[in-house]
């Protein structure tokens, strides 16, 4: 069935250093991957996303990149900090279907 | 952007009884909702695909008797846990896509349940 990995589960970064996650999905079909952040005990919170005919999104400190051929895709933070900490996860949908899969998430943590 | 919100945020039921959560979309309408379920340090799985006006789509797996779905106005899906037992209790989170043909979804905050 359709799946979409995530590396790595977790991920211990000093405050200021960048952090990257990355994605592989299996469907073909997918063409928008959303990043979203879940701090604990609530919702998922959307903090960028890419659609399948752009290669790279930037919005700030977090950029996000998506290689088609590959079916990778990966989120970038730079200058990191320790609100940053919380869990990521990735998700691969189909325009239209609204149907996420979704990564196995990274718990983030930025040391003071 | 839009907002959906849970009702409630927590809920604590005994094992054996039924217990009802909300999800509504506070500044637009959806003729579809979903439903996912998490469990601790899991990722969110799709349980259901709730549709305004007609019956929900369930993932496979999931018991269509035991979590009911209801859609009845564009605005408002709830998700009622029947004779919930321990291992019902989760964080359920649903979410709403913005516009019709679009590619994002709004998710609310989730309800904490915890069956005894």
């Known amino acids: 069935g359709e799946n979409v990995e995530q590396h790595p589960s977790t991920l211990s970064v000093q405050e200021g250093d960048s952090a990257v996650i990355k994605c592989t999905y299996s469907?073909?079909?997918?063409?928008?991957f959303p990043w979203y952040k879940q701090e604990l005990g609530k919702g998922p919170q959307l903090i960028i996303d890419?659609?399948?005919?752009?290669g790279e999104k930037k919005d700030q400190r977090i950029a996000v990149t998506l290689n088609k051929t590959a079916k990778h895709f990966s989120l970038h933070i730079t200058e990191t900090q320790p609100e940053d900490s919380a869990v990521y996860f990735c998700a691969a949908s189909r325009r239209g279907t609204y149907k996420y899969i979704f990564g196995t998430g990274t718990r983030l943590k930025v040391l003071a | 952007g839009a907002v959906v919100s849970q009702h409630p945020s927590r809920v604590i039921c005994k094992s054996g009884t039924s217990v009802k959560i909300e999800c509504r979309s506070l500044?637009?309408?959806?003729?579809?909702m979903f439903w996912y379920r998490q469990f601790p340090k899991q990722s969110l799985m799709l349980m259901a695909t709730?549709?305004?006006?007609?019956?929900?789509?369930?993932e496979q797996g999931v018991e269509k008797d035991k979590f009911l779905i209801n859609h009845a106005s564009l605005t408002l899906s709830t998700l009622t846990v029947t004779s919930a037992h321990p291992e019902d209790s989760s964080f359920y989170i649903c979410?709403?896509?913005?516009?019709?043909?679009?590619?994002?979804?709004?998710f609310g905050p989730g309800t904490r349940l915890t069956v005894t």
């Open positions: 500044d637009f309408q959806a003729t579809t």
């Open positions: 709730s549709n305004e006006g007609s019956k929900a789509t369930y």
């Open positions: 469907d073909s079909a997918s063409n928008y």
């Open positions: 979410s709403a896509p913005g516009l019709a043909g679009g590619y994002e979804q709004y």
């Open positions: 890419i659609r399948s005919n752009v």
